[in-house]
Each structure stands twice: as C-alpha cells, then as structure tokens.
C-alpha cells in the first residue's frame, strides 16, 4: 500500500477543513443572520463572507493538522497485535 | 477493548496522542497565523519586531487552548466507547458537546448550553465530512470486474 506524501496529505487536509468551514459557516451564517439581520451588507455577502472565512481557517488548521500526523499511516498496514511484539523487542 | 480503527492508539493512550497532536497544530497554525497578524497590527518599521512579539505571545496560547479542547474530547471519546461500546459518529459528536458545554460552564447555563451546541454541530460536520470523504474514496477504487475473455469475440469478425 502506498504512503501517502506530505504534499497529498496537506492538500487532502485542506480539502476536508475547507469543506468542514464551508458548513459551519452555512449554519452559523444562517443562525446569525436569523439572529441578527443581514447587517450592512445584505444578505448573501454576509453569507458569502461567513462561509468563506470559516471555510479558510478551517482548511488552514486542518492541513496544519494533518500533515503534523505522521506515525499513524505507518502503522495503519498492519493489525495491533503483530505490531505490539515489534515494539517491545526493540 | 480493541478499536476498529487502527491507525489510531488504543484507548487511554489516544487522549495522550490527541492532546500532544492538538498542542502542534494549534501551536503552528497560531505561530503562522500571528505572525501575519502580527505583522499586520503593527506600525511600519516595527513590522517584524511586532510580528515575533504576538507569536511569542500568543501561539503558545492557542496551542494550548486547542489541547485543553483536544484532550478533553479525546478523554470523553474514550468513556463514550467504553460505555456504548460501539463506536460511531454519535461517540464524537457526544463527547464534542459534552466538552464544548464543559468548557464554557463557567458562563453560566445559557452560555454552556450555546457552546456545547457548538461543538456538537461541529463535531457532527466534521464527522459527516470525514464519512462522505471515505465514501468518495472508496467509490473511486471499487473492484472493478474484471472482463473474461471466455466468450470468443464473434461479433468483431
């Protein structure tokens, strides 16, 4: 199985929290302009600016995130208990 | 109890894992982050100086919220697991309400209530995410079958 490189990592990382924000700035955006009115700028900019800025950290953390992971795909190959005496021998 | 998933630690471990995993990323993001904003807020000429001053200031703290955040749903991941056992998307979305209200107790009701709900939209987004990316995946290497050549080609002759 191949590893997957730092470089899929991030962008797959990305990809996820960019889409996570996306979300969350719907619901949020939905719930605040409920709440408080469109504001100054009408309605689908504030939306638009919700979604786009939830939608970028997130993709910014979340990138951060998974490339920082690095052990886990290691040992994703095989099952825990042939890994387990592995480790105790070294 | 042995996870189904094993590209992760098992259980009490997982919450060491997640919390160190989640100090980094906070700590990093925070870094690049104010570094930019740092940068940003301060006069010219004092560009760089300001940006060093509120990443040293202000990364750390951000790595650390992210862990409190990180290790505590990990912790409550863990009993969730352990007290269903099974695991599925309602374990993390619990636990993300449950940490999300926990942290913001000292708020009051409303505040808790607001800030659990928070966390468990958000965790059931990420989840949701995190599914339909797995099946994206998985459709797009699907065993295709393969094509036996058993029949003779009459047709093309």
Known sequence: MAQPSTWDK????????????????????????L??????????????QYMLSSGATFGFFMSIGSVIRSQGTLEATEPLATRVPVRTRS | MRSSDHTRDPCPWVILNDAGGAFAMGSIGGAIWHSIKGAKNSPRGERFRGSIAAVKARAPVLGGNFAVWG??????????????????????ITSGFITGGLLAARGGL?????????GGV?????EGVGIAFNRLAAEQNRPVRPQIPDAPPASTT
């Open chain 2, 110 to 118: 409303k505040t808790a209530t607001a800030s659990a709900v928070i």
């Open chain 1, 10 to 33: 991030f962008k797959l990382g990305a990809l996820m929290g960019g889409t996570v924000g996306l979300g969350i700035g719907a619901v949020f955006g939905t719930f605040a302009i």
């Open chain 2, 71 to 92: 290790g505590m749903f990990s912790t409550f991941e863990c009993v969730m697991k352990n007290v269903r056992q099974k695991e599925d998307p309602w374990n993390s």
């Open chain 1, 35 to 48: 709440r408080y009115g469109p504001g100054s700028k009408g309605y689908l900019n504030t939306m638009g």
């Open chain 2, 122 to 126: 958000l965790l059931a987004l990420i």
